[in-house]
């Protein structure tokens, strides 16, 4: 079974443009999460998917924003993107179901130049 | 928010050591989960803990539910260089979504 792919792998933007990052999770899963991780606040959840719908949200601005289509892929899009969004996006898939493994994606490296 | 404090942020070790490292809240939580990160990969799920006094095995790491429901400990033994990364641990919160400590980076000396 193929895991989870994130692409870009990489990406350099500049301040005010945005952003769109796509996940493919694992065939049969349903719920998407997206986590930001930089080396001064670790791992932060972003939100997850699941089935189409914004099930959960983490506290990051509304630059931030996301959504999810019928065949479960998911895209992440950042808006008027500042130095401090530079970091790695991670998605992890899952089925959805109460506290059942996530598995993550290898992430996207954001640099905001 | 909801934290973790996860330490020793860093360990500097020779292989073939032992390795204890350990995560402790202020809340409660019902779930503790230990996650292992390699370079330019995303977390992968080592030992997912459920039960208050626990003590979990996955060959030679071994992970334990604190008896508070506030903390875990993560012993890797008998290191080997494919153990360097970065551990985390992470709890279920209000069972939709997982908060992660931010890390323990463990470095082997050759």
């Known amino acids: 079974k193929a895991g989870v792919t994130q692409t870009p792998r990489y990406l350099i933007k500049t301040r005010g443009q945005q952003v769109t990052l796509s996940c493919s999770p694992i065939?049969?899963?349903?719920?998407v999460s997206w986590y930001q991780q930089t080396p001064g606040q670790g791992l932060q959840f972003l939100f997850e998917y699941f089935s189409e719908t914004q099930r959960n949200k983490g506290n990051f601005p509304g630059r931030f924003s996301g959504r999810q289509f019928s065949n479960s892929r998911s895209e992440m899009n950042v808006s008027t993107l500042e130095l401090g969004d530079s970091a790695l996006y991670l998605c992890?898939?899952?089925?959805?179901?109460?506290?059942?493994?996530?598995?993550f994606g290898p992430g996207t490296r954001l640099l905001v130049l | 928010g909801q934290q973790l404090n996860q330490s020793p942020q860093s360990m500097f070790i020779q292989e073939g050591e032992d390795v204890s490292m350990n995560c402790t809240s202020s809340s409660i939580f019902n779930t503790w989960l230990w996650y292992k990160q390699d370079p330019g990969e995303g977390p992968v799920l080592l030992i997912a803990l459920y039960k208050a006094g626990e003590l979990t095995s996955n060959g030679r790491l071994t992970a334990q539910f604190g008896i508070t429901r506030k903390d875990s400990f993560l012993n890797i033994s008998a290191s080997i260089p494919s153990d360097v990364g970065i551990y985390f641990c992470a709890v279920w919160f209000r069972d939709d979504k997982i908060i992660f400590g931010k890390g323990t980076r463990l470095h082997i000396l050759p």
């Open positions: 992890a898939s899952s089925t959805g179901r109460t506290q059942e493994t996530q598995y």
């Open positions: 065939s049969g899963h349903r719920s």
